[in-house]
């Protein structure tokens, strides 16, 4: 392949270290730097979103982009999107991401037709494997967008027309081809549109039914195209629908258990989505760790003020350092990475704003892995937890896990000597603190 020209006036984002004044650098992510026999590039696994990197405008509801790119040009739609995945991948390479994620209409224009969409996938997935090859850039994972054309208006595997149905599933079987072609690693269901808007019109339970049969189907194609990736749900409440059906992960678990398909799915977890169904991010990644089904993070952050996705870049590392002990603790993401499913602010229009986005986003990530590592190993929280359960370890309440406890025995225990339970207290200032102290010292 000739050598692309550079579309970023801008070099490799280099590490120098927490001392420097230079905004163009890492202070905390160190991609070489070697952290428990790995190198920190292995463990954070982080990963640009097409979409919003790439496709982003900064248009808003009440008016268009506002953001301009100088590779915005070409004679054709499929020439313009193939010299943007020229300055995306020079982007991934600068930024030191090894992984990028997208939805197929990302990155290939919508044809007139369902087969002209597909040729142009193929010729922007042929330019991809390319790009891929000469970068060493890899996917995490890979979608397809059932939300943005009008025909999905109503949902697409829960849409009460059988056609747009079918319509849907023909598209994630590209979809899936594509992601299996170059390498993905995971593939991702996002039901922006799989809820209802007013229940006067929907049958819920037909909906489920249908949402269910779709994800079947999805698993017996991945089996027969013998595509390794791991298959991830990524909750979220609502937006744009008024009820999304994966609400949370506890929710989404309940789905999956219900159909039969808790064996193929993990949880991609994404931060704004977990506030905006009343969770903490920590909570989600408890949730989904507690089963196994921890697959990998949409990394971002909303605003405490605002009820929508506002998709920002995370900075609060004490957000982060509590996600990271989940994380760690439950044994990472595996097949997972840290996606910034994020975006910039309207007014951000710099493609210079890019880099300084994801630096902080990787610098915060990577501070709060490091902190997280550390009170992990110094296991202070871990044995005031482990010791507040400690009744659970031996005698009777050790019989009540193994199962070997019911009513009658226990009311013979509550009944005898042991007087009144003992308050104890659960300490929460004290383990603020000490949170605080691994901080900011
Ligand atoms: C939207 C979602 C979406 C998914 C991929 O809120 O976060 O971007 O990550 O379809
Ligand atoms: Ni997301
Ligand atoms: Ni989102």
Known sequence: MKKARAHFNIPAIAYEGPKSANALAFRHYNPEEIVGGKT???HMRFSIAYWHAFRGTGADPFGPGTIVRSWESGKDPVSVAKVRMDAAFEFFQKIRAPFYCFHDRDIAPE???LAESNRNLDAIVAHAAALQKATGVKLLWGTANLFSNPRFMCGAATNPDAHVFAYAAAQVKKAMDVTKQLGGENYVFWGGREGYETLLNTNLKREQDHLAAFLHMAVDYA???NFKGQFLIEPKPKEPTKHQYDFDVASGIAFLRTYGLEKYFKFNIETNHATLAGHTFNHEIEVAASQNMLGS???????LLLGWDTDQFNTDVRELTLAMISI???GGLGTGGFNFDAKLRRPSIDAEDLFHAHIGGMDAYALAFKIARQILAEGKFEKFVADRYASFD?????DIEMGRANFRSLEKIALGNLGEPKPKSGKQEYLE???TSYLHG
């Open 297 to 303: 993070i949409d990394a971002n952050a909303g605003d």
């Open 40 to 42: 920190m590039a292995e």
């Open 394 to 398: 031996s005698g009777f309440g050790r």
């Open 111 to 113: 044809g007139s037709t």
């Open 433 to 435: 603190n000490l949170l």
């Open 328 to 330: 760690l603790r439950a």
């Open 223 to 225: 089996r027969s195209i």
